[in-house]
């Protein structure tokens, strides 16, 4: 049913003249009349008896009469709620980062794009949310950024290789004995106390820097935590030990960053993401952020 139509038949009916009806809705009575009986052709029954100028109620026009405010009120609430749900309608995106590492270009790029869709709801996770892998096929996380080896998450086909390295880095705090060198090597680090990425959830992280240490063949100790991997940079300015910091550039308070100049330690930076996810954007922010990569945004 045309509601349209069914007001204008209500109107009529209100003021007892197709023609006062028509001036009240700003169209000529002939357009009103055609409208009237095209609304009666759809509902297949005469809904008023035209005779000597009077306009009078058929059986069915009263019994739509009766239903007619019922219906037009009714249909004014759903269109308030669609609309009103539609509004607060926000689309979410939930981005898991493991280990602070972060690529570069990704802040900025976030920036951007949330400012061009301001009701996105975005979550952003650390590794103790979920394991990686759980989150992406279990739908509790969409994206995921993280360093791994060439060998890693090779079966997921929603691997992206965003980088690669072929050099490791470590942060020292800056009255380090190692601080002022141009570069060193796993050598020079030998005895030295690591601070790794916390135990969490997902221990891919931290399973990648023990696999470092014990390549290198160096004496080391660890210095164990239990905080989240993003404060991990408050304990090198105090001297609680040193931290790999090769898949970000950012670069503490009171702390350096050093490259190791040992070359047989490559690694990747990956962007994971499950292909069957129906978050539709998804897509959407990973074709943008590829292209902003590229610099062609």
Known sequence: MDIERLKEFVLIIEVGSLKTASRMLGISPSVLSFRLSSFENSLGVPLLERNNRRLQLTPSGELLLKSASNLISTWETLKTNVKTNSATYASSLKIQLCARSMPNELGPFLDVYCRNHPRLFLDLYDE????????????????????????????????VILS???????????????????????????????????????????????????????????????CSPFFLDLLVPIGKGIQFS??????????????????EFETYYYMLYNPENRNPILYEFIQLYLDYRKGKI
């Open 128 to 159: 103790n949310t979920c394991s990686i892998l759980e989150g992406l096929h279990s739908g509790l996380t969409d994206l995921v950024f993280v360093p791994g080896t060439r060998d890693d998450y090779r079966n997921e086909k929603g691997r």
């Open 164 to 226: 690669s390295y072929n050099h490791l880095s470590v942060l020292v705090p800056c009255d380090h004995r190692l601080s002022k060198k141009p570069s060193i090597s796993f050598h020079d680090l030998s005895g030295e106390t690591f601070v790794l990425s916390p135990e969490m959830n997902d221990s891919t992280i931290r399973n990648l820097e023990l696999s470092f240490l014990d390549v290198s063949g160096i004496s080391y100790k660890l210095y164990d935590n239990h």
């Open 246 to 263: 090769t898949w970000s550039d950012l670069v503490p308070p009171n702390s350096v960053k050093l490259t190791i100049s040992d070359s």
